[in-house]
DNA sequence: GCCAACGTTGGC
DNA sequence: GCCAACGTTGGC
């Protein structure tokens, strides 16, 4: 595999936090009903890394998954359409980096993050990756 | 709690 | 196949 490609995923702390993650190990990433977010879905590979994000009160990357399992049925959708993928805990930042900070910095202008607010399932540049695991 | 953005649904 | 109405998400 020649083109490592990055993500992030959101998710509801009250809902699902890092937190949760991080005592299961691991997780299947389901109920998402998105069409655009079902596509970044299928489009993810055994071993991709993706940023995780909190929405709510506080909105910002708060840790790091891999990807364990390529896109699968989701079991959760009556309808047979969306799929999900399973993800494991890899490591919790020690800092929180939020929106608001995310959102003054240059080097992530295009990020999809803010150009589509309600998109669950993000693609990330490895640009933007290392940019932002520098932060 | 409000509102903007955007995705989905359904009527035609 | 288009478009208006509606619902949901998520930032502030």
Not at 4 to 18: D, V
Not at 61 to 76: A, L, M, N, Q
Not at 81 to 93: I, P, S
Request: proline share 4%; net charge positive.
């Amino acid at each position: 595999m020649t083109t490592q490609t990055y993500w992030l995923l959101k998710s509801e702390p009250e809902t699902f936090s890092l937190n949760d993650l991080k005592k299961s190990s691991t997780t299947a990433w389901d109920g998402v009903r998105n069409y655009t977010a079902r596509n970044n879905l299928n489009s993810m590979k055994k071993g991709d890394l993706a940023f995780f994000y909190h929405s709510g009160k506080e909105p910002s990357i708060v840790g790091i998954v891999k990807v364990i399992k390529e896109s699968y049925p989701d079991k959760t959708d009556s309808t047979n359409k969306f799929v999900c993928v399973d993800v494991q805990f890899v490591e919790e930042l020690k800092k929180p980096i939020l929106l608001a900070l995310l959102k003054t910095k240059k080097e992530l202008a295009d990020f999809i993050l803010f150009k589509q607010g309600r998109l669950s399932v993000v693609p990330v540049t490895k640009q933007q990756w290392n940019f932002i695991l520098k932060l």
